[in-house]
Structures are given as C-alpha cells and as structure tokens.
C-alpha cells in the first residue's frame, strides 16, 4: 500500500530501457489548458483551424482543441524526415497532406516538439504559399539547444534540456507514445552494462 501512493518517478520501460518522468500528465494537462485560454484571448472573435502533426501531436491538439471555447476546426498532416534516426536529418517529405485548403483561414500549426526546426521551417514555408488569413504555431515541447533553423513557435508548452523525451505523444521507435506525461528515455549500454541518455 505505502508504496502504491509513493509518487513514481519513472514509467516502465523494456529491459534495455528506462524512462525518468520529466512533466507528468497533471502539470501537461494545466499548461495545455493555459495555451488554450492564451490562444482564445488573442483571437478572441474568430474561427480557429488548427493543423495538428501526425502523429506526435495528436494527444496534444486533441487537449487544445477541447480547451479552446468556440469555433474550431482541425485537421492533420504528416510527414517524414530522411535519415537512419528518429531524429530529425534535416529533409523533411509530406507524406500526407491535409484535407481542406487552409486559404484564408487563422491556422495554427500544432507540433509535439520543436528541436532542430527543420520540420517546422519546411512546414511553414508549404503553409505560407497556401495564403491563410494568419498562421502560429504551437508546440507543446521546446529544445532551443538543438536549434538549426531560424523558427519560433507562438505558443510554448515547456522549455525542456537538450534530451530525448518520449509520451504523450513522442515516441522511440513508435514505442512510448502512449504514456500520460513526458519522460527522458535513456538506453542500457550493452558493453558496460549501465544507463545513458539516448
Ligand atoms: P525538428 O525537425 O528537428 O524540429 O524535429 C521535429 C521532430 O523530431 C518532432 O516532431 C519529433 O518527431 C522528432 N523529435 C525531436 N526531438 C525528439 C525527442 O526528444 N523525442 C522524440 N521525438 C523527437
Ligand atoms: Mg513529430
């Protein structure tokens, strides 16, 4: 029992793997409904269309979206970066694209986690050229360390170190997507038998 209300500060992982809680679920779910409230205030009359990234931003956007009162709308794009890792290698692919034209429309793009900004950049540029009556951005996660490419999200959830998280939404090998808050993933080293971060 005493250890059953023990806070964890770990979810569990595999064998090789460990996940240390960096923001549980309960301090996400109150920031997200912070950026909502944000959001409101600073369109207050208009219908807001946000453009959420598949697949790490759909536990994000679907809090925003209950969280923001009045018109909204939403709509989903994917897309993959080149490269051998999970992370970003700078080219980045549509792989699908949305549903409804965003002309004209106050958009605001949706992402898990700004890192290099190289998804981002490319994003935005698709975005621009498709004339939206505005266009912001939201991320729930914000690695300024990493930064490669000049963008900036409007709307912040935390400003993490330079480490790999994983949950609500982020994933290793699309494992760990489904955790309710954030965590640092860190990686058994086969030789020497101990933990280090990814
Ligand atoms: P960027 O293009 O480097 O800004 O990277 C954005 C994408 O890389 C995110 O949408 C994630 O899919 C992935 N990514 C970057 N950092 C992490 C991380 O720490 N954990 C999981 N995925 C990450
Ligand atoms: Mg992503």
């Known amino acids: 029992m005493a250890d059953k209300r023990r806070k964890s500060r770990s979810y569990d992982g595999t064998p090789d793997e460990k996940v240390r809680i960096l923001i549980p679920r ?5 920031r997200i409904i ?24 759909v536990f994000f956007l679907s809090d925003l979206a209950r969280g923001i009162t009045g018109e909204v709308s939403f709509d989903f794009i994917a897309v993959s970066s080149y490269g051998k890792n999970a992370r970003s290698s700078g080219q980045v692919k549509l792989t699908k694209d949305l549903d409804a034209s965003i002309e004209g429309k ?12 190289m998804t981002l950049q490319y994003l935005l ?20 360390d990493r930064r490669i490419a000049a963008v900036r999200a409007d709307y912040v959830g935390f400003t ?13 090998a699309e494992r760990y997507r489904n955790l309710p808050g954030v965590g640092v993933l860190t990686l058994k080293t086969r030789d020497k038998g101990e933990f280090s971060d990814k």
């Not at 309960?26 to 109150?30: A, D, G, H, T």
């Not at 106050?106 to 900004?117: A, K, N, P, Q, S």
């Open 26 to 30: 309960s301090r996400i779910q109150r």
């Open 34 to 57: 912070e950026l909502a409230k944000q959001i409101r205030q600073d369109f207050p009359k208009e219908p807001l269309h946000l453009v959420g990234v598949l697949k790490g931003a």
């Open 106 to 117: 106050t958009v605001i793009v949706v992402e898990d986690i700004l890192d290099t900004g």
């Open 125 to 144: 540029r698709v975005f621009e050229q498709r004339k939206p009556k505005r266009l912001r951005v939201a991320v729930l996660l914000d690695k300024p």
């Open 160 to 172: 993490i170190p330079n480490e790999f998280v994983v949950g609500f939404g982020l994933d290793y």
